[in-house]
């Protein structure tokens, strides 16, 4: 079973940029999709990036595309998710999941293996 531990949240003001990170306990390299969500307070969990770990293949929620960049290191068994130009609206729990297979899902219920989470707060 893949164990997944995120880390990278913190405070940051509104047109900043964090960098999160997503390990797995094991070697995800070509048999794993893994996805980012986040769920902000009183908001249904939504999803946020994918990346296809074989291939670097990549699919993004429309409020990502040209701030969010998801990217990975198989070497350390790594995806990170760059977030720039951040918007009060991205506060939220930001969590990372993994999936067998090759499809990029959106939908949280094809994911299967959880991280914790990680805060994301951006201030005014």
């Known amino acids: 079973q893949v164990q997944l531990v995120e880390s990278g949240g913190g405070l940051v003001q509104a047109g900043g940029s964090l960098r999160l990170s997503c390990v797995a306990s094991e070697p995800i390299f070509s048999r794993y999709v893994i996805g980012w969500f986040r769920q902000a307070p009183g908001k249904e969990r939504e999803f946020v990036a994918a990346i296809r770990m074989s291939d670097s293949s990549t699919v993004y929620a429309d409020f990502g595309n040209g701030r969010f960049t998801v990217s990975r290191d198989n070497a350390e068994n790594t995806v990170y998710l760059q977030m720039n130009n951040l918007k009060l609206e991205d506060t939220a729990v930001y969590s990372c999941?993994?999936?067998?297979?090759?499809?990029?899902?959106?939908?949280?219920?094809?994911?299967?293996?959880w991280g914790q989470g990680t805060q994301v707060t951006v201030s005014s």
């Open positions: 999941a993994a999936r067998l297979g090759t499809p990029l899902y959106s939908s949280s219920s094809s994911y299967n293996y």
